[in-house]
């Protein structure tokens, strides 16, 4: 078979409208490029006539990602014994470039610098004890775990880190409760210490409340979060800047484990779709999990081996009853010490009232 | 709107979409767009009518149409829910004026206790008519374990029909003109009763309990007692037990968030062994402990009943004392 040869793409500019030809009016969102149908392609390259796309079908591929993941060289071989083989090795050789232009942009260091000054903030929890431990608090664009036992803290922080990031009017919160534990009088309470109704009124409403029993109804809610953020719309309307989900572990043990591979398949991609929303919109994002026993009867955090490398950030929280306090330890995290073997407090202890 | 665009799960689907070429023909207005309660639904919606979505919709009313409230909404109707009275004065106070609608309790303690007594005791208060501040609902009552008295119900059914009567006589009300007066045997009427014997009995009514309270759609409180009892023998495979009890307890968190019910989970208690030292601990493990909005333990302190929240997004951490009398749950003798 002829060999296929790749031109190399010159770099393309991140912030370019969107140049990438379709049939219909908007352009697709960046990241969903590889899911265009070849039908599409047609009119913008008239290569990938019906013969092709059919040659194509006949091969189960139907759009641009099916292409990539497909044994090229088998196709170029099975393109070999057809009738207009010359055409269809050229159609092959023109989706391998309309490949090469799909990649998301690359950035130098000093925009990586710009773009983590400028979006990338980082969101105070509410609590300046938990905020110097963290050099700041929350950092967006970023994931974090918060582990702890059963009532150790973990909602009250963040329901204190909604109300906090509502009340910097920077942009709303999604608070995903699997729990039914979202206690929005104690939201106002944090929030009353300081503010008078009206302006309560105000930043109580940007936080919204989505109550979700099932991790299939996650993704679709986090699916739905994704469509409404990449749109047009979303960029006059309100921005959101947290999304909490609590407690992510109660949707994902029942389906974890059991012989079949699905639970972690689908805690993987959970895990991907989350990172991605918060690198792609510059939303931070706080996922609690509960504890399980592990060796020699020391409690570890749930979800096992494969959750631990999902997370950017894992904090630990554990309570002390006689003395009404709370510490906060990390697990990991990019920029700070942690210590992985003992689960001693490290230097953060602050008492929630 | 490109299928491919949309916000579908799962891969397969969009796929299955893309090779039938979907194409739109129906159309479907705005007010049906809101009125769809699950989120694919509205995808489904959305691949109908596209310009419907791509006109003006901003986060807040786009999330709306999924079923998201404000946090201003949800204070708003938390303040006017009513809760489920205890009967203990000091129990209501420290609980913020009772079990509380659309959410899971765990009710933890000792054998002895009084766990039933509570459970029992809830499901007549339950009843209390609107009149009388109560809510007026009926109650399901599960029990795993047969400890459900008949006519223990029937004496504190009695006792609380005699305390509404004295209570509408306090108030110096004419309730007798305007309602028909509730008496015991109406209370046992308002109870549904289900008796499960093994832990597939107890999944699957968990499973029917959804269709059942759309049929009667008045029950206000789930009483489970005990909701260990079947999970505690039978399973050599506990990681399986785990996940079956995580899936039973999402279930029940849906239930309560679905139809504004209370449910009530009475457990038992059992010893765990850390390092050669007993510790009492509720049964069911380490994850079943995060499958509760609150929790209330119950524990004797010298003669004393003593109840304490042990787990609440909104209650301060506090005990209060209670007494099992032949009225059901009272206040604690040694402080009225």
Known sequence: PALICRILPTRPDRRAPNSFPVSTATAPIEGEKAMTALKSLEQEFPLLDINFQSFCASHGILTIADFLTHDLHSLAAAAESQPASL??????????????????????????????????????????????????????????????????????????????????????????DTGNSFSSRRIHHFLCENDDTGIVQRVMSRILRHSVFDINLLFNVLHQLEFVLGSQEYREGCKVQLLIIDSVSSLITPVLGGGSSQGYSLMTSLGVLLKKLAHEHDIAILVTNHMVSGERGNPKPALGESWKSIPHVRLLLSCNYETNTCNISTLKHPSLVSSPNSYMPKKATESFS | MDPWKLPISSAIQRKRLLSQSYTSHASASPSDLACADRASDVIYLLLIEPQVITSKFSVFSFLFVIGAQNAWDILLEEESMTRITTSCAELDKILGGGISCKEVTEIGGV??????????????????????????????????????????????????????????????????????????????????????????????????????????????????????????????????????????????????????????????????????????????????????????????????????????????????????????????????
């Open chain 2, 111 to 336: 054998p002895g206790i009084g766990k039933t007594q509570l459970g029992i005791q809830l499901a007549v208060n339950v009843q209390i008519p609107s009149y009388y501040g109560g809510l007026g609902g009926k109650a399901i009552y599960i029990d795993t374990e047969g400890s459900f008295m008949v006519e223990r119900v029937l004496q504190i059914a009695e006792a609380c029909t005699e305390d509404m009567t004295e209570y509408g006589r306090f108030l110096g009300k004419s309730i007798q003109a305007r309602q028909v007066e509730m008496g015991p045997k109406d209370f046992l009427e308002n109870i549904y009763y289900f008796r499960v014997c093994s832990y597939t009995e107890q999944i699957g009514l968990e499973n029917y309990l959804d269709k059942f309270i759309s049929e009667h759609r008045d029950v206000k409180i789930v009483v489970i007692d005990s909701v260990a009892f079947q999970f505690r023998q039978d399973f050599d495979d506990l990681a399986q037990r785990t996940r079956v009890l995580s899936a039973m307890a999402l279930k029940l968190m849906k239930l309560a968030k679905k139809f504004s019910l209370a449910v009530v989970l009475l457990n038992q208690v059992t010893t765990k062994v850390i390092e050669s030292s007993f510790q009492l601990a509720l049964a069911l493990g380490d994850s079943w402990s995060h499958s509760c909005t609150n929790r209330l333990i119950l524990y004797w302190n010298g003669e004393e009943r003593y109840a304490y929240i042990d787990k609440s997004p909104s209650l301060r951490s506090a005990s209060a004392p209670y007494s099992v009398t032949s009225r059901g749950i009272r206040n604690s003798s040694s402080n009225s």
């Open chain 1, 87 to 176: 055409r269809l090795k050229e159609g092959i050789s023109q989706v391998l470039s309309i490949v090469d232009t799909l990649h998301q942009p690359w950035l130098d260091g000093l925009e990586l610098l710009q773009d983590a000054m400028d979006n990338k903030r980082v969101l105070s929890t509410g609590i300046a004890a938990v905020d110097s431990f963290l050099h700041g608090g929350l950092r967006v664009g970023q994931l974090t775990e918060l582990a702890g036992p059963s009532s150790s803290g973990k909602t009250q922080l963040c329901l204190r880190l909604a109300s906090s990031v509502a009340k910097m009017d920077r942009g709303s919160v999604v608070y995903v």
